[in-house]
C-alpha cells in the first residue's frame, strides 16, 4: 500500500488528499537508525518531525511506565510540533526506518500549502484537546487524592498529639509534620505570566523580573553581582500586583541569565499576600 493511504488513516493527517500527502512524503528523507539508538530523551528539544515507517520503539516516561510503537506513527508529534521538551525517552528495539523533515521545512511546506496545513493544524489541535481533556481528568483525581491524603495526615499528627507519649511520637509528629507543610500549595512554583508578572525592587530603585517564585524561593533574572553585594545577605521588594512586600534572603545558586534566593521566613501579613499571588498564578494555567 502506498504509505500516503497508510498516512490517511492516521488522525493527524485526516481530511488531506493523497495528492498532498504524495506530496508531504516527497519533502521527508527516508532514514535508518540501528537498534538500541536512543532517538530522543527527556528534556530534548525536537529539530525533526518523524514518521515511524518500519521497526520498533520503546517510549518510556520511567523503567515502570514504558509502551512499545509500531508503524506507522507519528514519533512524538507534540513535542516536535509545540516546541515542548520531550517528557519521554524514545529507543529503537529493532533496526528501523523512518520519515523525517526539519520542522523548518515542514513549516515552509504548509505555507506553500495553505489548506494541507490548515487541515494538519486542525487534527493536531484535536488531538492536544483530547490529551488535555485527559491529563485534566487525572489531574483532577491526583488533586483529589492528595487532599485526602493531606486531610488524613492531619487527623493523624492530631491523634499523636493527644496520645500517651511513645518513643515514636516525637519522630512520626515530625514526619507527618514536614509531608503536610510540604504538600501546601504555595510550596509548588509558579512562574508569572507577562500579564500578571512580579518585580523585585532593589535598593537602588532598579527593578528586576521574577522568572519563578514559591513561598520558599525567587528566581530572579540577571546575576548575583546585580542584587547584592554579598551573596549571603540580600533584601529587596517584591513588587506583585496584589500587592508589595519586603522579603530577605541568601543566593543559594547563579545559572547563566537567572538567580535563585532562598528566601527567610515571612511575616504573616507578608506570607498571605505571597500566597493570593501564587494561588492567582495557579489559576492562570488551568484550561477554562
Known sequence: MKIELSLQSLPLFQGISEARLREFVAACRLVTRRAGVTLFDVGDIATHFQLLVSGEVSVEESPATRFELRPLAPLGE?????????????TATS???????????????????????????????????GKVRSDRRRLSEMRANLIDTQKAMKRMREEVLSAPETPLSKPLFESLDRLISKNRRAHYRVSPTPGYSAQVRLESGHLVRILELSEGYLKVEGKASDLT??????????????????????????????????????????????DDYSVRLQLLDYVV
Open 78 to 90: 507534540l513535542g516536535a510540533l509545540t516546541g515542548i521538551p520531550r517528557s519521554t525517552k524514545a
Open 95 to 129: 533496526d528501523l526506518e523512518l520519515l523525517e523533515v526539519p520542522l523548518s521545512d515542514l513549516r515552509g511546506f504548509f505555507d506553500a500549502n495553505a489548506s494541507t496545513g490548515l487541515a494538519f493544524y486542525k487534527n493536531l489541535l484535536s488531538l492536544v484537546s
Open 229 to 274: 553585594r554579598d551573596p549571603s545577605y540580600w533584601a529587596g521588594v517584591l513588587v506583585m500586583p496584589t500587592g508589595e512586600i519586603l522579603v530577605s534572603g541568601t543566593v543559594v545558586r547563579e545559572d547563566a541569565d537567572a538567580v535563585v534566593v532562598k528566601l527567610d521566613t515571612l511575616v504573616d501579613e507578608f506570607k498571605t499576600k505571597l
